[in-house]
């Protein structure tokens, strides 16, 4: 029960990771820096998903939908780390979209085939 409960810790963190990572480098390079944060999304997610299945999911993608949503808030100085602009709202959807993109992947395609012949 203590191991269960520190894989969900360890894809929340992980979720936490990557809405920091993803927030703060979304604008390096552009246009590659939201790919590449994307790119990150991906490969977290099918971490989680091939981890914990959808329960990793729902953990991963609720830590890093907390942690954005945070992110995305107007600091007390007026300043913004997740502008409302092309790349802040690429950054918001391509997450998401990332997470949902997983979720529709097949799962013998992430786990194989579970009969052995």
């Not at 995305?72 to 690429?90: F, K, N, R, V």
């Amino acid at each position: 029960m203590i191991r269960s409960a520190l894989g969900y810790l360890v894809l929340a963190i992980v979720g936490l990771v990557a809405a920091l990572v993803g927030a703060s480098a979304y604008r390096a390079i552009p246009p590659f820096g939201i790919a590449l944060c994307i790119l990150l999304m991906l490969v977290a997610t099918v971490f989680a998903r091939t981890w914990k299945e959808w329960s990793g999911i729902a953990v991963f993608g609720g830590a890093w939908a907390v942690v954005t949503y945070i992110l995305s808030l107007e600091g007390p100085g007026g300043s913004l780390l997740i502008a409302t602009d092309g790349y802040g709202y690429g950054w918001l959807i391509g997450g998401s979209l990332a997470i949902i993109v997983v979720c529709l992947i097949p799962r013998r395609v992430l786990f194989g085939r579970n009969d052995v012949t």
